[in-house]
């Protein structure tokens, strides 16, 4: 007998409160969502596209790195290293260029990536993110005969979480501590969610609090089971523009300078920027990212990397333009040429870009044609006025398609079918030189929201592929 969709959805949502991923009721604080009784369908070609498309963003990961380290020994445009150092700490610039973690990448990469009428579009990258426990969750739970669950086939996100945390020791069984910000605390309960199914098979993966570890001359260290553990792996689930208010981030640096443990992501804050697309499109390096990243994989990025400009409020000469930049056929000289456009003509999105906590979760993103001529040319303002100590990016916006999804109405008790833009969260495993889809996760917002993120009314899934 075939289970009517409002129970699989009672059920999935029975199942997410269990494993403490979904508020238990509307009062609650935490995470809530509108529940649907299916994943969302990828095809066999789109399932394809996001197979090639990490192999491609590692390597643009490792130029991008090679960049900016030959750009701070002169030997690439100084400029490039320049802005991507625009606004850091010197100590943690000076730390991220250790010889030991020279080319040292991200463990885990996830593209945010807009379905749009003509494909995809990737509209930035995040090196340090959420969602990859309540994904593997929602793999779980949307397993079924009729489909096939998008990452299943590489082992699932635990299983190749841990393989990516012996990649980077280069050790077999290495004690692995997830360190959780209290900034990041939104993501605590995914994380003991892995942290569990990990201990589960054995593996010692040990979910923490900064101000849980202990610093010993020979490394650091977690109680587990009334005995100290020593760490070979932290992963760093905290933002590098909080360190100043992360307990004893001092001693977890002098231990990774020290070699005494092994951290994921790197401290690396260029690999955390959003003005690294902005570098991809200037028309002067080119050349240069086409002959490293070999042509395949230039003109792949080359048409899914929105447009992207970074707001540098430094005069131009005389002769100079924004490069790229076009308003009614002619080039943009000056930003303030782009304060009165037209709404139809403001198709563009203001980001802070990386090292600010306005970067965290679209809280500092202005979408030109949702705010009105005021607030966008504010927007503009400000964000020209911060550089270079808070640099921003304005990137051309991408409109998601229309697509329909169904969800359970909680009021009605009815399943409801809601027009909806879509997001898709593809998370990559680096292990050793290669790279590994454990999962995608699609947020469905209401068609009529500019911002796709997850929120109350948004339906949230896994990707499938239907089986024929």
């Not at 979904?22 to 996001?50: H, Q």
């Not at 002959?291 to 990397?305: R, V």
């Not at 990386?354 to 705010?371: A, K, L, Q, T, Y």
């Not at 009105?372 to 100590?389: I, V």
């Amino acid at each position: 007998m075939i289970a009517q969709p409002e129970k699989i959805c009672l059920d999935i949502k029975a199942s997410l409160i269990k494993e403490g991923l979904f508020s238990g009721s509307d009062t609650e604080a935490g995470n809530t969502w509108r529940v649907s009784p299916e994943p969302y369908f990828l095809s066999r070609e789109e399932t394809a596209f996001f197979h090639d498309l990490g192999p491609q963003l590692l390597k643009f990961y490792s130029v991008l790195n090679q960049f900016y380290l030959d750009s701070a020994k002169g030997n690439f445009p100084t400029w490039f290293a320049d802005y991507l150092d625009a606004g850091k700490p010197q100590e943690l610039i000076d730390f991220g260029r250790m010889k030991r973690t020279r080319q040292a990448l991200p463990g885990i990469i996830r593209p945010d990536v807009i379905v749009t009428e003509n494909g995809f579009a990737v509209t930035e990258l995040d090196s340090v993110p959420g969602g990859f426990g309540l994904t593997s969750s929602l793999m779980s739970l949307y397993e079924d005969s009729s489909w096939e669950i998008t990452g299943n086939k590489e082992g699932g996100i635990p299983s190749l979480f841990y393989q990516m945390a012996e990649s980077v020791s280069k050790e077999t069984s290495p004690n692995v501590a997830i360190v959780v910000s209290d900034e990041a605390k939104d993501y605590l309960s995914e994380m003991q969610y892995l942290g569990t199914l990990l201990n589960q098979k054995g593996l010692p993966v040990y979910v923490v609090h900064p101000k849980d570890l202990s610093f010993r001359e020979e490394g650091l260290f977690v109680m587990h089971e009334e005995k100290w553990v020593r760490v070979d792996v932290l992963y760093r689930f905290f933002e590098l523009f909080d360190l100043k208010n992360i307990p004893k981030s001092e001693l977890i640096l002098y231990a990774a300078k020290k070699g005494r443990v092994v951290t994921t992501p790197p401290y690396k804050t260029w690999l955390e920027e959003k003005l690294s697309f902005a570098l991809f499109s200037h028309p002067s390096i080119k050349a240069n990212w086409e002959k490293a990243l070999g042509s395949e994989t230039f003109n792949t990025l080359s048409h899914l990397i929105p447009e992207t400009w970074i707001l540098d409020s430094r005069p131009l000469p005389p002769y100079g333009v924004i490069p790229g930049l076009e308003l009614r056929g002619s080039q943009v000289r000056d930003w303030q040429e782009l304060y009165s456009l037209t709404q139809k003509e403001r198709e563009m999105v203001v980001k802070p870009s990386g090292f600010s906590p306005e970067s965290w979760g679209s809280r500092g993103v202005v979408v030109g044609h949702d705010v009105s001529s005021e607030d966008w040319q504010q927007a503009l303002t400000k964000n020209l006025a911060r550089f270079p100590e808070q640099p921003a990016v304005l990137q051309k916006f991408y409109k998601g398609k229309k697509v329909e999804a169904r969800f359970l109405n909680l009021d009605t008790g009815k399943i409801e079918t809601m027009v909806c833009r879509v997001r898709l969260t593809p998370y990559y495993f680096v292990l050793q030189d290669s790279i590994k889809l454990g999962g995608i996760l699609a947020t469905l917002c209401p068609q009529n929201k500019k911002k796709i993120h997850g929120m109350v009314d948004a339906i949230m899934v896994p990707c499938a592929t239907k089986i024929l």
